[in-house]
């Protein structure tokens, strides 16, 4: 049974920068394609990133390209989004996904959702 959890969420302003961070236990890792969603108040969970299992292919929702870099740490069996230049619309719970050999990084881009969930960190940005 794998296991993500995400952290690094917080209150932040426009313009600023969060690193979130999810650390997944109970599965083999590195060969997991992850993926970063997020969903905000009233409207569905949407893609925002995802990452091959090796880290040597990226996908990016339009909305975050040139601001938002995901990375990986296979050794600490870790995904990170680096999130810079934040708007008030990047307001949103974050969520990391995978599911092993199932769900490609270049599937979860084109709207595939992988099947194990973390709980969610809030990113909350003011203007």
């Known amino acids: 049974q794998v296991q993500l959890l995400e952290s690094g969420g917080e209150l932040v302003q426009a313009g600023g920068s969060l690193r979130l961070s999810c650390a997944a236990s109970?599965?083999?890792?590195?060969?997991?394609?992850m993926g970063w969603f997020r969903q905000a108040p009233g409207k569905d969970r949407e893609f925002v990133a995802a990452?091959?299992?090796?880290?040597?292919?990226?996908y990016y929702a339009d909305f975050v390209k040139g601001r938002f870099t995901v990375t990986r740490d296979n050794a600490k069996n870790t995904v990170y989004l680096q999130m810079n230049s934040l708007k008030p619309e990047d307001t949103a719970v974050y969520y990391c996904?995978?599911?092993?050999?199932?769900?490609?990084?270049?599937?979860?881009?084109?709207?595939?959702?992988?099947?194990?969930w973390g709980q969610g960190t809030q990113v909350t940005v003011s203007s």
């Open positions: 996904a995978g599911d092993g050999e199932i769900t490609t990084a270049q599937q979860m881009a084109a709207g595939i959702y992988p099947g194990y």
């Open positions: 990452i091959s299992r090796l880290g040597l292919r990226t």
């Open positions: 109970g599965g083999t890792f590195g060969f997991y394609a």
